[in-house]
């Protein structure tokens, strides 16, 4: 299915909450891994995870499950901008 986009951001998929790709970001930078160690684990292109952190594409259901939990963090936490101390 393709995505439709309103205002340069990605529409989500029903039952998927809004897409913020900093929240990833933040997280991935807080376990020290790179753009390359988040791809590898999820078995997806560099492109693809910068994408999805800077907003441009939201995750499909699958592999925003998958994040969640190679991040162990709740699927909530990708729905709002992150605080960074």
Not at 24 to 33: A, E, F, H, M, P
Not at 36 to 53: C, F, G, I, Y
Not at 56 to 61: D, K, Q, Y
């Amino acid at each position: 299915m393709a995505e439709t986009k309103t205002g340069g951001r990605p529409l989500n998929q029903p039952g998927i909450p809004a897409w913020k790709g900093n929240a990833l970001k933040v997280r991935r930078i807080l376990l020290g891994w790179t753009v390359d160690d988040l791809a590898q684990r999820l078995n997806v292109s560099k492109s693809t995870v910068s994408r999805w952190e800077t907003g441009l594409h939201a995750p499909p259901a699958a592999q925003l499950a998958q994040l969640a939990s190679l991040l162990d963090t709740p699927l909530a936490a990708f729905a709002r901008e992150p605080k960074v101390s």
